[in-house]
C-alpha cells in the first residue's frame, strides 16, 4: 500500500522545539507499518516554498506516484480545498484527515474542512455525534493511541519520583499542583509556563517510567485567557497568526462548548506505554480503553486528587500491579499499528 503522509515536523514549526507529536507517533507509525510504502511531505517545507508551491508539490506527487491514500494531520489550513479537490477528482488516491481537537473545533474548522475529504477520523465521541446529526457519512471514529518503539519502559536504573506531571501551565493545573504540595506530596512539573520549563522527550519517557504516579490532568480549561480569548478573533495560518474577526459567531460557539469536554489525552496511553502508573480525570469513552481501578486510576473531581494519591503512593504492591496491567492492556490493545489497520479496513484498502 503506498501512502502520502503530511504533517508538521517539528513543533508548530519551530526546529528548537524539537520532533512534533504527529511526527514521533504517526509518519513512525506509518513509516513501520508492515507493507506500506510511505512518502513524506512535512508542512515545514512550505516555510521554504510557500504554501502555493507546496501544494503544487503535493498533488503532483499524487498524481505521479498514484498512491492509495493521501493521509493528512493538519495544524492549520496547509494543505488548500482546491488542492484536496483537485486530488479527489483527477487521481485514484483517497483522502483522509485526521482531526486532533474536534471538542474545541468542531464548530470553528473541522466541519468546514471535513467535505474536502473522502474520510476523516474525529477522537473524541461528542464530536462524532455532532458529526452524524450533521448528516456526515465519511466520519470515523477512533483514539489516540501510543508508538510503543518510542514509547516504552526505560532500560536504565533510574532515580523514582515520587509524583509527576508534564504539560503545559493553566490555573486548573495550578490549583492541583498546589493542593498536592500543600498536603506534603513531592511533585515534580514539566511543560510551558512552569519554572521547571520543558523536558526533552527521552527525559520524558524516562519521567514516565521512574515516577511513582503520573498525573493526566484533563479537566476542561475553564479560565479566561488572552491567549483563549484571542482565539474568538484570530486562528493560525500554517505558522502565522491571521485575523479571523468575520469568523466571530461560530468562533465563540467553539469556544463555549469545547471548554466544558474533558478529553482522553494522548498522555493516557504514552504513560502506561512506558510502564508507569496513571491517575487521570474520566472523560466520556474512557471506559472503553481501561479498566478502572485495574488497569489505570482515575479521579472524579480535583479536591480528591491529593487523596488517591496519597492511597497509592503507601499501597506500592497495588499501585505496580496496576502499572503492570495497564502497561499489557496498551501494547495488546492500543498501538498505532492497531488503529491504523482499524482505519485502512474501514476505507477498504487492502494489502
Same mark, same amino acid.
Given at each position: 500500500?503506498?501512502?502520502? &503522509?503530511?504533517?508538521?515536523? &517539528?513543533?508548530? &514549526?519551530? *526546529?528548537?522545539?524539537?520532533?512534533?507529536?504527529?511526527?514521533?507517533?504517526?509518519?513512525?507509525?506509518?513509516?513501520?507499518?508492515?507493507?506500506?510504502?510511505?512518502? &513524506?511531505?512535512?508542512?515545514?517545507?512550505?516555510?521554504?516554498?510557500?504554501?502555493?508551491?507546496?501544494?503544487?508539490?503535493?498533488?503532483?506527487?499524487?498524481?505521479?506516484?498514484?498512491?492509495?491514500?493521501?493521509?493528512?494531520?493538519?495544524?492549520? #489550513?496547509?494543505?488548500?480545498?482546491?488542492?484536496?479537490? +483537485?486530488?479527489?477528482?483527477?487521481?485514484?488516491?483517497?483522502?483522509?484527515?485526521?482531526?486532533?481537537?474536534?471538542?474545541?473545533?468542531?464548530?470553528?474548522?473541522?466541519?468546514?474542512?471535513?467535505?474536502?475529504?473522502?474520510?476523516?477520523?474525529?477522537?473524541?465521541?461528542?464530536?462524532?455525534?455532532?458529526?452524524? *446529526?450533521?448528516?456526515? +457519512?465519511?466520519?470515523?471514529?477512533?483514539?489516540?493511541?501510543?508508538?510503543?518503539?518510542?514509547?516504552?519502559?526505560?532500560?536504565?536504573?533510574?532515580?523514582?519520583?515520587?509524583?509527576?506531571?508534564?504539560?503545559?501551565?493553566?490555573?486548573?493545573?495550578?490549583?492541583?499542583? #498546589?493542593?498536592?504540595?500543600?498536603?506534603?506530596?513531592?511533585?515534580?512539573?514539566?511543560?510551558?509556563?512552569?519554572?521547571?520549563?520543558?523536558?526533552?522527550?527521552?527525559?520524558?519517557?524516562?519521567?514516565?517510567?521512574?515516577? +511513582?504516579?503520573?498525573?493526566?490532568?484533563?479537566?476542561?480549561?475553564?479560565?479566561?485567557?488572552?491567549?483563549?480569548?484571542?482565539?474568538?478573533?484570530?486562528?493560525?495560518?500554517?505558522?502565522?497568526?491571521?485575523?479571523?474577526?468575520?469568523?466571530?459567531?461560530?468562533?465563540?460557539?467553539?469556544?463555549?462548548?469545547?471548554?466544558?469536554?474533558?478529553?482522553?489525552?494522548?498522555?493516557?496511553?504514552?504513560?502506561?506505554?512506558?510502564?508507569?502508573?496513571?491517575?487521570?480525570?474520566?472523560?466520556?469513552?474512557?471506559?472503553?480503553?481501561?479498566?478502572?481501578? +485495574?488497569?489505570?486510576?482515575?479521579? *472524579?473531581?480535583?479536591?480528591?486528587?491529593?487523596?488517591?494519591?496519597?492511597?497509592?503512593?503507601?499501597?506500592?504492591?497495588?499501585?505496580?500491579?496496576?502499572?503492570?496491567?495497564?502497561?499489557?492492556?496498551?501494547?495488546?490493545?492500543?498501538?498505532?499499528?492497531?488503529?491504523?489497520?482499524?482505519?485502512?479496513?474501514?476505507?477498504?484498502?487492502?494489502?
Amino acid at each position: 500500500m503506498r501512502i502520502i &503522509y503530511t504533517g508538521i515536523q &517539528y513543533s508548530f &514549526y519551530k *526546529k528548537e522545539a524539537g520532533l512534533s507529536f504527529e511526527h514521533n507517533n504517526f509518519y513512525l507509525s506509518l513509516k513501520d507499518f508492515p507493507g506500506v510504502e510511505i512518502k &513524506y511531505f512535512p508542512f515545514d517545507r512550505i516555510l521554504e516554498v510557500g504554501k502555493k508551491k507546496f501544494n503544487e508539490e503535493l498533488f503532483e506527487a499524487a498524481k505521479s506516484w498514484q498512491p492509495d491514500l493521501l493521509f493528512v494531520f493538519m495544524l492549520t #489550513d496547509e494543505v488548500s480545498k482546491e488542492t484536496l479537490s +483537485k486530488i479527489r477528482r483527477e487521481t485514484q488516491t483517497k483522502t483522509l484527515a485526521w482531526f486532533s481537537d474536534d471538542t474545541w473545533r468542531f464548530w470553528s474548522y473541522s466541519k468546514h474542512w471535513a467535505p474536502f475529504f473522502d474520510w476523516v477520523v474525529t477522537v473524541y465521541d461528542e464530536p462524532f455525534e455532532w458529526y452524524q *446529526k450533521l448528516g456526515f +457519512k465519511n466520519v470515523i471514529k477512533s483514539c489516540w493511541a501510543a508508538n510503543t518503539k518510542l514509547y516504552k519502559p526505560s532500560a536504565d536504573e533510574l532515580p523514582t519520583t515520587d509524583v509527576s506531571l508534564v504539560g503545559s501551565w493553566n490555573k486548573g493545573r495550578k490549583r492541583v499542583i #498546589d493542593a498536592l504540595r500543600k498536603a506534603g506530596v513531592k511533585v515534580s512539573v514539566y511543560g510551558a509556563g512552569w519554572g521547571e520549563g520543558r523536558i526533552s522527550e527521552e527525559g520524558m519517557i524516562k519521567l514516565f517510567g521512574s515516577s +511513582k504516579i503520573n498525573l493526566g490532568l484533563n479537566q476542561p480549561n475553564m479560565d479566561y485567557s488572552a491567549k483563549s480569548l484571542g482565539k474568538l478573533f484570530f486562528r493560525r495560518s500554517v505558522h502565522r497568526i491571521v485575523p479571523d474577526f468575520w469568523h466571530f459567531p461560530r468562533n465563540l460557539h467553539s469556544f463555549l462548548v469545547g471548554r466544558k469536554i474533558s478529553q482522553i489525552k494522548a498522555r493516557v496511553f504514552e504513560i502506561p506505554a512506558c510502564g508507569g502508573f496513571l491517575l487521570t480525570g474520566h472523560a466520556k469513552g474512557l471506559e472503553r480503553y481501561y479498566e478502572t481501578g +485495574k488497569e489505570i486510576a482515575v479521579y *472524579k473531581n480535583e479536591e480528591e486528587i491529593p487523596e488517591i494519591v496519597k492511597y497509592y503512593l503507601v499501597h506500592e504492591e497495588e499501585r505496580k500491579k496496576i502499572a503492570r496491567a495497564g502497561y499489557e492492556r496498551t501494547i495488546r490493545d492500543h498501538v498505532y499499528e492497531k488503529r491504523f489497520d482499524e482505519i485502512f479496513s474501514k476505507i477498504g484498502l487492502k494489502f
